[in-house]
């Protein structure tokens, strides 16, 4: 099996296995408890948010822990819809976001907020004059995803994050894709929330992380027990937050190794099915992109049935997410590049790891050959 759906999500690390399994079989006290066991659980939350911190340059009782980015983003834009609705209703975000917060926005406008969807262009960069613009007074919050998770496309978060703070605008960034693969400087882009999630870097699923600045206003999102201050209430995932830990420490490890090898393999695999394969197109940006993610347009073929001859070569690719896969829509994020649909149709995206090997990528593209070239012959018969 070749597996190149890293951006859906990762195989969990044997370092992080190993790190849960004690606190399944040992401590599986409850942190609220007293006694000792249950301290080794809280002291093993108080550990892991002083690991996240560290390397977001920010203060451990600034970290939340939470059921991973869907919950994280949800919980930003409601809270900060409702801890703001006095000053506005306004919320800009873009039109190439993970639906985690897309529908969270639709939602919010059923509840009265104004949202503008900035444009991108297109390589999926945000347009930053367009977001100045369209600051106003009633504006409450900005949230711009770090990095795209269909076509990797890295954003200006500094300069998105300098006009928020010039314009006393909290700012949120989706960072799901971004944390765990390259380093983030929090208090230097002025990001006042950052989702992450664990499982999109090596560590177990179900587990992830709010970043909070002190000086956001947010509430609780979960209402109960006074876990997490008070504010995301629940019996606390430790061995979930314990493996997080894990990837977080294991990522920041390999880092630079890891992207040095993946940038190598997707420059690779780009050239090979570009100048390999005739009508390919890469989607997104050139070099502002993830290390591991290759996303290609193949004209007159759709992605659907390309995407399962390549599962039939044990070859695991998607189309746009993991979460329009299966629906025939084409999906928003190609077409707000300006893809028509017959291209945003065909799009495959292939996201590597550090298990990757040069002749996987060959097989890949030798493959994909014959399927493409099979697809176009059906559709002439
Ligand atoms: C995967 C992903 C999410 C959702 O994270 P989960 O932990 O799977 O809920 C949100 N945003 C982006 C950009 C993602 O890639």
Known sequence: MIYLDNAATTKTAPEVVEAMLPYFTEYYGNAGGIYKLGNES???????????????????NEIFFTAGGTESDNWALKAAYEAYKEKGNHIITSKIEHHAVLRT?????????????LDVDKDGIVDVEQLEKAIGPDTILISVMYANNEIGT????????GIADRHGIPFHTDAVQMYGQMPIDVPGCHIGLLSASGHKFNGPKGVG??????????????????????????????????????????????????????????????????????????????????????NVSFESVESESALIMLDMK????????????????????????????????????????EDNTKSEMDTVVCELKRIVENIRQMRTV
């Open 42 to 60: 809280k002291k093993a939350i108080v550990r892991a948010k002083e690991t996240i911190a560290e390397t977001l340059g920010v203060e451990p």
């Open 209 to 294: 992380f709010l970043y909070i600045s002190r000086n956001t206003r947010l509430r609780s999102f979960i209402h109960g027990g006074q876990q997490e201050r008070g504010r995301r209430a629940g019996t606390e995932n430790v061995a979930g937050i314990v493996g997080m830990e894990a990837a977080v420490k294991r990522a920041y490890r390999i880092m630079d190794q890891k992207n040095a090898r993946e940038t190598q393999l997707r420059d690779y695999l780009i050239d090979r099915i570009l100048s390999g394969i005739p009508g390919a197109k890469l989607n997104g940006h050139p070099v502002k992109r993830l290390p591991g993610n290759v």
């Open 314 to 353: 044990g070859i695991c690719a998607s189309g746009g997410s993991a979460c329009t896969t299966g629906a025939l829509d084409p999906s928003h994020v190609l077409l707000a590049l300006g893809l028509p649909p017959e291209w945003a149709r065909g799009a495959l995206r292939m996201t590597l790891s």
């Open 154 to 161: 890295i954003q200006p978060i500094q300069e998105i994050g």
């Open 105 to 117: 926005c639709e939602y919010l406008e059923k509840q009265g907020a104004r949202v503008t969807y």
